[in-house]
């Protein structure tokens, strides 16, 4: 970086050029007043407190808005500049209330701080005689326009940092005033809470209704979505009363989402967690000590055959506590029956990626989506499901940097800020995508010595790309060609492009061709293996990557390490000191087909709660309640732990210590900030207890450290992690090494397979289509407010009003053919069940597609949804089904 020389009152300073002289002053260790000054805005220059004097630059410019240059002196504290400054503040005073004392940003107020700096103590100007309603409607934070200073730190993020552009300055000079399109309301308009505009307001204009200031805090990861959001847990009286974003070195730049800032300490201290072990006895579960309950499962697990018995583990628990559940697994029952709810999401991006590349995960890193010239978003509706990579993609976006190509059928947020969105029919992305790469080889846009020099069957896939002509593509995906001609020109020829897909990709009959079609297009176009690049599947929770990679899968021990390759098998049954099954285990769909027909006869089940999460939840509800022996480990009562004999209560994220990897692939330390609640105990630990009582060697971890360490020791990819280098950060894998720096993006040289494979793929359409009798396609979604089954995110009240129950959404045309009006309760029925839920009628949804979540145990959508598998990767057909629908009487 190029450097300049100043003069900053007297003294030579060095600057980077293209700094402002207000960067360069405070890179000097200067200090100027600002108020509307932020480093994560863009210069806004409004409130004029950085005025300085610069020798021959007629006036006072404004420091944050003007460029330094080679040479420069710059006066940071004259008479004049003091004058400007005193009077800008007395009038900002003039014009706020003199109550600081119950203000509730008392002592961190910044209008506050540099009056104290500039010494004033009088009021020349009269007080306004204005009084603005204090809009209390948002749960999460108020909004005192008396407080407000009009700095635009609020608007600027909402636009400049979210995209979302909620809030901003309306009206004209004294009548100026921070409003919501059309003056709703905060709750009533299109804010989303995130609370950004509150992290960045200098007053007390924007504050949490949580007024009280933590003692201490402590540094961990967001519990929710696979983004790993980094946060600092503000703790008083041994309660996390506060959280604030991590700026340095975290991989969500300081951001974080509704859910990440307003939705944790309320579930943490909820009257409702579990907190001491219950057993049932004479058919009602009652209160045991932890030795009861853990000799009696035991000694009730040891009963069973290895073929008897399955373990289901949890993308919502650290990494450790994965390692030592699949270990348990495979030790102390003698299975390879463990999987966990990766099945349900993304296990074709493992099926699909590894015969592509090798490898089954995100290829590149979230900070490079800022740099892609283009972005492909294709089954992922990034604003609800992963926000702070919406953020990302908006950023990307709005700066003019950055395509956007948004493919869903339904009308997400995004398509508000995509040059071309492809609205094709659900369950149609293989026809969609080879009709893109048709066009790319037809115009000879592909990158052919890419292709030539990394990849092999190019022909055989080029060959296949025959049943695609654009014709026939429009007729399945119902896109017009010329749409996907434009899409296709648009990803080819804006480089670096990266393609960003989740559940909408994968949870199909055929997820891992889905997934093929994908790393086909990266590959067809060179945009692989390069900053900016690559097939990137966004996981849904927090450590659903780590589950996977510690061997939370029937298939592979950690790492991926195949269970039928003998030499691994040895290298594992040395370590483990035990002999190991050489038989892929059940996956989890195969788990409950078993447990209904009575081969699986017991299950220890953690952190999931399959009676509302899995497809066809009546089936696996009655396959749970046939079980002999039910084990169940959570935080709460969930629908599932009430079938069980055993629930043990498990201690939060924020009571425990362990390790997240995170959607791309970075592995970062969760850091106990209390005392876990009640009598609940860390997953880790309740898994050897389990391990040692049933007379195990291998079990007697006393820290999360020492299973790293072990994991390290077993885990090519994790061979360099441990909890000293994860002390300021995270490390991605691979990391084979201790001075390994870690990967931020795969396969630069070589693919992890060697060469990346192209995959010929035919168009198969879902397993149920609609008929006379079912004449709608169901169709599952996320609300930005709630996560998976609600388990969590019900427990928070803040959420709850956003987002109170199931709603139906449907398009007009339907809703009238069939006499519905909007908000009213509706019947929605496939070939397995029915769900009474609210109908919203919104041209979101396209022309014969409904869609639902499944966060509401009152209308439990998974009732409906199709076990149909796809062969490979064994994942549901969780997005597409044949439903109908009418008022329910
Ligand atoms: S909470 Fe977020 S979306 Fe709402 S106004 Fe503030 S920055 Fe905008
Ligand atoms: S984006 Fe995901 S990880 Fe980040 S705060 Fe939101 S839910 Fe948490």
Same mark, same amino acid.
């Given at each position: ?423 094709? /029919? =659900?369950? %149609?992305? #293989?026809?969609? @995508?080879? *009709?893109?790469?048709? $066009?790319?080889?037809?115009?000879? !846009? ?83 293996? /390069? =900053?900016? %690049?690559? #097939?990137?599947? @966004?996981? *849904?929770?927090?450590? $659903?990557?780590?589950?996977?990679? !510690? ?91 009430? @079938? ?246």
């Amino acid at each position: 970086m190029e450097k300049i020389s100043l003069t900053i009152d007297g003294q030579q300073v060095k600057a980077k050029k293209g700094m402002t002289v207000l960067e360069a002053v405070q890179a000097a260790g200067i200090y100027i007043p600002t108020l509307c000054h932020d480093p994560d805005l863009e210069p806004y220059g409004a409130c004029r407190l950085c005025v300085v004097e610069i020798e021959n630059v007629p006036g006072l410019p404004i420091a944050c808005t003007t460029l330094a240059t080679d040479g420069m002196v710059v006066h940071t504290e004259t008479p004049a500049v003091n004058q400007v400054r005193h009077n800008v503040v007395e009038l900002l005073t003039a014009d706020h209330p003199s109550d600081c004392l119950t203000c509730p940003q008392n002592q961190q107020c910044e209008l506050q701080k540099v009056a104290a700096y500039l010494g004033i103590t009088r009021e020349p100007f009269p007080k306004t005689t204005r009084v603005f309603p204090v809009d209390i409607s948002n749960p999460f934070f108020d909004l005192d326009r008396n407080r407000c200073i009009l700095c635009a730190r609020c608007t600027r993020a909402c636009n400049e940092i979210t995209g979302v552009g909620a809030i901003d300055l309306s009206y004209r000079g004294y009548e100026t005033k921070v409003t919501t399109f059309g003056d709703k309301l905060l709750l009533e308009s299109i804010c989303q809470s995130c609370g950004e505009c509150v992290t960045h307001c200098p007053t007390g204009a924007l504050a949490p209704k949580e007024s009280r200031q933590p003692t201490h805090e402590v540094l961990t990861i967001c519990p929710y979505c696979g983004v790993g959001c980094q946060m600092y847990l503000g703790i008083r009286g041994g309660q996390v009363i506060s959280v604030r974003a991590r700026s340095e070195g975290s991989p969500n730049r300081g951001w974080l989402c509704v859910k990440g800032r307003y939705g944790i300490s309320e579930f943490i201290h909820h009257p409702e967690r579990l907190t001491t072990p219950l057993v049932r006895r004479n058919g009602k579960l009652a209160e045991a000590t932890w030795d009861e309950a853990l000799d009696l499962v035991a000694s009730k697990l040891a009963n069973y055959k290895n073929d008897e018995v399955a373990v289901i583990s949890s993308a919502k628990c650290t990494n450790e506590d994965n390692y030592v559940i699949q270990k348990l697994a495979r030790v102390a029952l003698g299975t390879n029956n463990v999987d966990h709810c990766a099945r349900l999401c993304h296990a074709p991006t493992v099926t699909g990626l590894v015969q592509s590349f090798g490898s089954g995960a995100m290829t590149n890193s979230m900070n490079e989506i800022g740099d892609a010239a283009c972005i492909l978003a294709i089954g992922t509706n990034t604003t609800a499901a992963h926000p702070v990579i919406g953020f990302f993609i908006k950023q990307a976006v709005l700066k003019g940097e950055a395509k956007l190509i948004v493919a869903n059928p339904r009308q997400i947020d995004l398509c508000r800020y995509a040059d071309i969105w492809l609205r094709h /029919k =659900p369950g %149609t992305d #293989v026809a969609l @995508l080879m *009709g893109m790469m048709r $066009v790319i080889v037809d115009e000879g !846009l592909l990158d052919s010595s890419f292709i030539k020099e990394r990849c092999e069957n190019f022909d055989a896939f080029k060959e296949s790309l025959n049943d695609f002509d654009l014709d026939f593509v429009e007729g399945i995906t119902g896109v017009p060609k010329e749409k996907v001609v434009e899409a296709a020109r648009l990803y080819a020829t804006n480089k670096p492009a990266t393609l960003l897909y989740a559940m909408g990709i994968t949870q199909h009959s055929h997820g891992t061709d889905n997934v093929l079609a994908t790393a086909n297009l990266a590959m067809l176009t060179g945009n692989i293996g /390069k =900053p900016s %690049t690559g #097939v990137n599947p @966004l996981r *849904g929770q927090s450590n $659903v990557q780590g589950a996977c990679d !510690l061997g939370a899968l029937p298939n592979v021990y950690p790492g991926y390490q195949a269970v039928s390759d003998p030499a691994i098998r040895e290298k594992f049954e040395l370590a483990w000191v035990c002999p190991l099954s050489a038989e892929p285990g059940l996956t989890l769909t195969e788990i409950f087909e078993a447990g209904y027909r009575r081969q699986i006869k017991a299950i220890y089940l953690v952190g999931e709660n399959p009676v509302l999460s899995e497809p066809c939840a009546r089936h696996a509800q009655e396959a749970l309640m046939e079980l002999d022996f039910l084990v169940v480990q959570d935080l709460f009562m969930s629908e599932t732990a009430r @079938l069980a004999h055993v629930v043990l209560p498990a201690a939060s994220f924020a009571e425990k210590e362990g390790t997240f990897t995170n959607t791309e692939r970075r592995v970062q330390r969760v850091r106990k900030a209390i005392a876990p609640l009640g009598d609940s105990k860390p997953d880790w630990w309740i898994a050897s207890q389990i391990g040692q009582r049933m007379g195990n060697k291998g079990f007697d971890f006393t820290h999360p450290s020492q299973i790293m360490d072990e994991i390290a020791s077993l885990t090519p990819s994790y061979g360099g992690i441990s909890y000293s280098r994860l002390e300021d950060g995270g490390l991605q894998w691979p990391c084979p090494t201790e001075d390994h720096p870690g990967t931020p993006y795969l396969h630069s040289q070589l693919f992890a397979r060697g060469k990346g494979r192209f995959m010929p793929l035919k168009y198969k359409p879902p397993m149920e289509l609609p008929d006379d009798e079912y004449p709608l396609i169901l169709t599952t979604e996320r609300s930005l407010f709630h996560f998976h089954t609600g388990t969590i995110t019900r427990k928070v009240r803040g959420l709850n009003i956003f987002r109170p129950e199931e709603l139906v959404e449907m398009n007009p045309a339907d809703a009238s053919a069939l006499g519905i009006a909007d908000g009213e309760m509706i019947k929605v029925t496939s070939r397995r069940g029915e769900v009474v839920a609210k109908a919203k009628v919104t041209e979101v949804s396209p022309v014969g597609v409904v869609a639902m979540s499944f966060h509401f145990a009152e209308s439990p959508t998974n009732v409906l949804t199709n076990p149909a598998l796809d062969p490979v990767s064994k994942i549901p057909e969780l997005k597409v089904c044949a439903v109908k629908v009418e008022k329910a009487i």
